[in-house]
């Protein structure tokens, strides 16, 4: 458990600190104040790998993006008798796409091509940054109360211009079931690059064209989502606004298994959507 008293000790300049959520992921979060801006803070715990923290904090400083939550302060600090890694960053009101999800699991059409475009624009600031997210996913996507996307959680951002911390010889790389792309998963590192995130927006904008994951939905476990993952190419889609099946088309090869078969580089996709959103006036 947290020893909150001791955080708001080492941390006095953030005020009204308090645990944004359950208490059982790798990082303690926590939200409050700091020269009245509402921030969260992130602290690495004891055990886990500082190294992963220092390239989350490096992957976020290169990014010239709108629509990544600023990082005000990092650094390391004492909290009860051990270094811990912290991040200060800009608090995004409102709620994960995932929560949005979960309550309506089909949302209105423009919301999900907005979602897409915001998601590609991402995207292509993250590739100009040479970083490959690699976990794009609802519950890492953040709309704030003006409707605005935020990526958020570079926790296993692949720096690509900096050695990789997974092991060549893993035999699984780090992904998040059901969304990491299949050369993720078989850790294929030479072909990690911005098509991983293509195959995610896919796999994200194809659960809220449809309401649901194809790759998670009635799967008996984990090794099925896998299998599923790699055997298959993301389905294509159908939507009663995409009568001539253009947006389905683009979604299911955004989501091939196979990266030569994704649009080569994240303009090529944009400028794919762009037309697809002209062509159906949203």
């Given at each position: 458990m ?9 941390f ?23 020269q ?20 989350e904090?490096?992957a ?13 302060d ?44 915001a ?12 970083i ?47 969304y ?5 998963i078989?850790?294929?590192k ?20 449809v ?31 995409d ?11 955004m ?11 994240t ?16």
């Amino acid at each position: 458990m947290i020893d909150l008293a001791a955080v708001r000790t080492e941390f006095p300049e953030i005020e009204d600190l308090q645990p944004l959520s359950t208490d059982t992921g790798q990082r303690i979060v926590l939200a409050g104040k700091r020269q009245d801006e509402a921030v969260v803070l992130k602290l690495l715990r004891a055990g886990q790998d500082p190294a992963r923290t220092e390239r989350e904090i490096d992957a976020v400083a290169r990014i010239k993006s709108a629509r990544v939550p600023t990082v005000r302060d990092c650094g390391k600090r004492k909290l009860g008798g051990t270094d811990v890694f912290y991040t200060v960053e800009q608090r995004i009101d409102g709620d994960t796409l995932q929560a949005i999800l979960k309550k309506s699991p089909k949302p209105d059409f423009p919301f999900v091509m907005n979602a897409g475009d915001a998601l590609l624009e991402a995207c292509f600031e993250f590739e100009a940054a040479r970083i490959v997210h690699r976990d794009v996913k609802p519950g890492n996507l953040m709309i704030d109360r003006a409707g605005k996307l935020w990526v958020i959680d570079f926790g296993i951002a692949r720096v690509l211009d900096l050695p990789s911390l997974t092991g060549t010889a893993n035999l699984w790389g780090v992904f998040t079931a059901g969304y990491g792309a299949p050369e993720q998963i078989r850790n294929f590192k030479a072909q990690i690059n911005s098509r991983a995130d293509l195959f995610s927006i896919g796999v994200v904008l194809f659960e809220m064209l449809v309401g649901f994951n194809p790759y998670l939905a009635g799967a008996k476990d984990g090794m099925e989502v896998l299998r599923r993952m790699l055997n298959n190419d993301l389905p294509t889609p159908t939507h009663p606004k995409d009568p001539q099946g253009e947006l389905g088309l683009f979604v299911s090869n955004m989501g091939s298994r196979f990266p030569s078969r994704r649009p080569q580089n994240t303009r090529e996709a944009w400028d794919w959507y762009a037309a697809i959103r002209k062509q159906l006036g949203v």
